[in-house]
């Protein structure tokens, strides 16, 4: 919600459903909106840890703007 980015400074960690890179994919999109302009990056030990998640490729995906 609006007021938790107004309440957290803008900083916003997203974490718990990232199991994929189109889980990455949706959140860099929505950081680029007015909805999602605190979020700042995402925590995604689980799904790297059962493979799920390859986590050079979501690194060179987020690397690429």
Same mark, same amino acid.
């Given at each position: 919600p609006d007021h938790v980015h107004v309440m957290m400074d803008g900083r916003i960690i997203a974490s718990g459903g990232i199991a994929k890179l189109c889980d990455?994919?949706? %959140?860099?999109?929505?950081a680029r909106n007015a909805k999602?302009?605190?979020i700042m990056g995402v925590i995604t030990g689980r799904a790297i840890y059962e493979g799920r998640l390859? %986590?050079?490729e979501a690194q060179q995906y987020c690397d690429r703007d």
């Amino acid at each position: 919600p609006d007021h938790v980015h107004v309440m957290m400074d803008g900083r916003i960690i997203a974490s718990g459903g990232i199991a994929k890179l189109c889980d990455i994919v949706d %959140l860099h999109e929505a950081a680029r909106n007015a909805k999602g302009a605190g979020i700042m990056g995402v925590i995604t030990g689980r799904a790297i840890y059962e493979g799920r998640l390859n %986590l050079s490729e979501a690194q060179q995906y987020c690397d690429r703007d």
